[in-house]
Structures are given as C-alpha cells and as structure tokens.
C-alpha cells in the first residue's frame, strides 16, 4: 500500500494565522482526502482533492477556509486560514490506492495542530 | 446520509478474544473497514471486507458482515496489551466516501 508523510506533524499557531499541511504519497494515487478529528471525535471528510481541478468540499467547509492544492498524482496540500482555537484537532492525509477508483483508504499519521 | 454506530468502550483481559460491533444504514456500501487508532498517531488500516464477502480472517483478527441485518464485527483472537486503542468502523456510503463510526476504545488488561 501507499506510504503517505505528512508534514508538520504537530504544531502551535496564534489565532489568526494560518498553516500549510503537506501530504505527499510515494506512489501516483488519484483520490487524496482531507480529514479534521477534532479532540476526542470521530473523523470528518473535509474535501476530496482533486488533481488538476477544484478540491470539492464537504457540507460546512468551504475553500476560503480551507483552502487545497493538488498540483500533481503525488502531492497535496491543505491550509488551514485565520484560525481560531476551535480549528484545533488532528487534521488527516488519506489516499485511495493507486489510480483505479473505489479502492482502500490508508492514513497518514496526521498534524496536530493547537491554537492559542 | 450514512449512519455507523459503534459501543464506544470494551475492557478485555489479556489473552481473551475481543468482539467490537459496528452497525450501519446504507446497504449499498461496497467496502467495510476496521482501522486502529493508537494514542498519539494517525489512523492505521487494519483489515477490510469487500460486500459480497461474509468472512475474512487475517491472523488474530476476524471480521465477520451481515449483510441482511447491516451488522459488522471485528474479533481479535488473543488480545495483548498493544492492542489497546481506539477501534474505528468506516463503511463507504453510496457517494463512494467513507462514513466512520465515534470509535470503540479497546482497553486490555493484565
């Protein structure tokens, strides 16, 4: 299966700023997804990027706060913009293998992200 | 949309087998998955079962599907203390995406 690295692996931000989250898979896959798991819940798909085109989001995210780039098969990213302490949990890297469709998800190790 | 519902704690001793359950609403999903959360790391794939299958069995760990009565389970034969995290159910709805359950917390003890 695909080994996917994610960077930061945690951080701390003021309110206000923003962060880049970088997911990079070591092989082409053609569905990467982003997920939020705020303390203590379940996972939340937040977009599902797309190469080449427009990330589409989930019901309550929206591009101007989470704004996503997938310039190639191989790599994403996702900003999380003026963020507040609510915007604190674990924010997740998924990747479907390979590049045929509806085929297993597997995680990265996620960034853990805290706002003060 | 799609609902999965899991028990979200089970306390095991050590060398038992543990049953986690998981129940879900949407018949269409094609692939049911287990993943295992431990503390402080990211979500690791587990096992998955295909829709069409009834059983699958990977060393210590069997997942069972029952399709009629929308029911998975996943039974980890003798449960060592490194099998202590939080257990996640996710079922793919009939958009394709993954639904996940709340998460069952597998506590082993001695």
């Known amino acids: 299966s695909a080994v996917i690295s994610q960077k930061p692996s945690r951080d701390i931000c003021q309110r206000g700023t923003s962060l880049t989250i970088q997911c990079q898979v070591d092989?082409?896959?053609?569905?990467m997804f982003w997920y939020r798991q705020q303390p203590g819940q379940s996972l939340t798909l937040i977009a599902t990027?797309?190469?080449?085109?427009?990330?589409?989001?989930e019901s309550g995210f929206v591009i101007d706060k989470f704004p996503i780039s997938r310039p190639n098969l191989t790599f994403s990213t996702l900003t999380v913009s003026n963020m507040s302490p609510e915007d604190s949990s674990i924010y997740l890297c998924?990747?479907?293998?390979?590049?045929?469709?509806?085929?297993?998800?597997?995680f990265g190790d996620g960034t853990r992200l805290s706002i003060l | 949309g799609e609902d999965v519902e899991q028990s979200l704690f089970l306390s095991v001793r050590e060398g038992d087998s543990s049953v986690i359950n998981c129940t879900y609403t949407?018949?269409?999903?094609?692939?049911l998955y287990w993943y295992k959360q431990e503390p402080g790391a990211g979500l690791q794939l587990l096992t998955y079962?295909?829709?069409?299958?009834d059983m699958k069995q990977d060393q210590r760990l069997t997942v069972l599907l029952n399709k009629k009565d929308k029911h998975l389970s996943l039974r980890i034969a003798d449960t060592q203390t490194g099998d202590s995290a939080i257990y996640f159910c996710?079922?793919?709805?009939?958009?394709?995406?993954?639904?996940f359950g709340a998460g069952t917390q597998v506590v082993v003890t001695p």
């Open positions: 998924s990747v479907s293998d390979g590049l045929i469709g509806n085929q297993p998800q597997h």
């Open positions: 092989s082409q896959v053609t569905m």
């Open positions: 990027a797309n190469q080449g085109s427009e990330a589409t989001y």
């Open positions: 949407d018949s269409s999903s094609t692939y």
């Open positions: 079962i295909f829709s069409n299958m």
């Open positions: 996710a079922v793919t709805d009939s958009w394709g995406k993954l639904q």
